[in-house]
């Protein structure tokens, strides 16, 4: 797989270092548990870099919250 860059990362976590951390990690929690991996990889490559592919290709996202 390619080199994901981060701006292109960013852009899909609400423009948030922080919350792009946490969105992979939660992913790559459930990854580990046996929920599908949404992109096609290597059986080799980690949860957390899986994460972050389907991070990158829009399959999983940050909601964005409106405020009251």
Known sequence: MPYIEREK???KSCDSVYKLVILASK???EIVEGQPKLVAVNASVKPSTVALYEIAEGKVYCKKLTPR
């Open 9 to 11: 990362l960013l852009d």
């Open 27 to 29: 992913r790559a929690l």
